[in-house]
């Protein structure tokens, strides 16, 4: 059987921080992945601090196999994902993005994915730990109510498998943008490539959830660092942003999205889709919420 290494690549996709990618690879590189694709769309001021990072790691290490593949400016995180997974041949993909640091044991989740309980299982999301905040795992459950993209926890369906001392936790619709993923799922669906910016992995988890038999699973014994390194003075990005919501509520035929995005995470896990229906009626201002998502997330 071949080892974990070999049926993995990396993929990163890196947009204006070649530090950032730099210190991905080096965590990327120490997990023990030996296949990496980097891809960058982020303009020519930083193309070639992006390739030197990359030349670096050629000329250090002899068993890597690292390639940089470049995109027009802007060309967006869904297009830029989609040919990633058209280069990567191997049974499987670590999908990161550029400001993502990765702990050394995070191929272990292969362990996972090769027992034939989960065949049916596409992906295992991993959450993240930022500077000044509190961990994030960011999974949960999706449902399509009263014309709002519901996200909530459902957790009369959730089970735990311990596999090699980690914990999983299964099924969950929405998963971390960090993930070990079957190569196999991208035969299945593609990223939508109108979202230049933000939603598509929304929207690509809503469709995996209706279109495909794929399964979604967390770890919550494996965290990765999240840099989350800001632009400055991209006004570009920032109207990509509001526009990929607008596309996201235009295409599902949707009001908005609830609960917004900071109050995801403190959701209690004993709250149903009652409850949040609850909410809908009596305790919150929907249209407030609804310019919120379009505007500010």
């Known amino acids: 059987m071949d080892t974990k290494h070999e049926l993995i690549t990396a993929s990163i996709k890196a947009y204006k921080r070649p530090n950032a990618v730099k210190k991905c690879i080096e965590s990327v590189v120490s997990a023990g992945i030996r296949n990496i694709f980097i891809g960058y769309d982020g303009g020519d001021m930083y193309l070639d601090a992006h390739k030197e990072v990359v030349e670096s790691f050629q000329e250090k290490y002899s068993d890597i196999d690292i390639n940089l593949l470049c995109f027009e400016f802007n060309?967006?995180?869904?297009?830029?994902?989609?040919?990633?997974?058209?280069?990567?041949?191997?049974?499987?993909i670590l999908q990161l993005d550029d400001d993502n640091y990765v702990p050394s044991n995070v191929l272990d989740i292969i362990d996972f994915l090769e027992l034939d309980d989960f065949s049916n299982f596409g992906a295992v999301g991993f959450g993240w730990i930022g500077k000044g905040s509190s961990p994030d795992l960011n999974a949960y459950d999706l449902d399509i109510k009263d014309g709002y993209c519901v996200r909530y926890f459902n957790l009369e369906n959730k089970m735990n498998r311990v596999v090699n001392n980690l914990v999983f936790t299964y099924p969950f619709d929405f998963i971390p943008n960090q993930a070990i993923y079957r190569t196999a799922v991208f035969s299945d669906i593609k990223w939508d490539e109108n979202f230049k910016i933000n939603r598509e992995h929304?929207?690509?988890?809503?469709?995996?959830?209706?279109?495909?038999?794929?399964?979604?699973?967390?770890?919550?014994?494996?965290?990765?660092?999240?840099?989350?390194?800001?632009?400055?003075?991209?006004?570009?990005?920032?109207?990509?942003?509001?526009k990929s919501v607008?596309?996201?509520?235009k295409k599902w035929n949707l009001r908005g999205i609830y609960p917004p995005s900071y109050l995801v995470k403190y959701i209690s896990g004993r709250r149903t889709l009652l409850d949040l229906e609850y909410g809908f009626k009596y305790k919150y201002n929907l249209k407030k919420l609804m310019e919120r998502d379009i505007y500010k997330q």
């Open 202 to 242: 929304l929207d690509f988890m809503l469709r995996l959830k209706l279109n495909t038999n794929w399964k979604l699973a967390v770890t919550p014994s494996i965290w990765c660092i999240h840099d989350k390194i800001q632009y400055t003075g991209d006004e570009i990005r920032r109207r990509e942003y509001r």
């Open 75 to 92: 060309y967006g995180i869904s297009a830029v994902r989609n040919r990633l997974a058209e280069a990567i041949d191997t049974k499987y």
């Open 246 to 249: 607008r596309y996201f509520l």
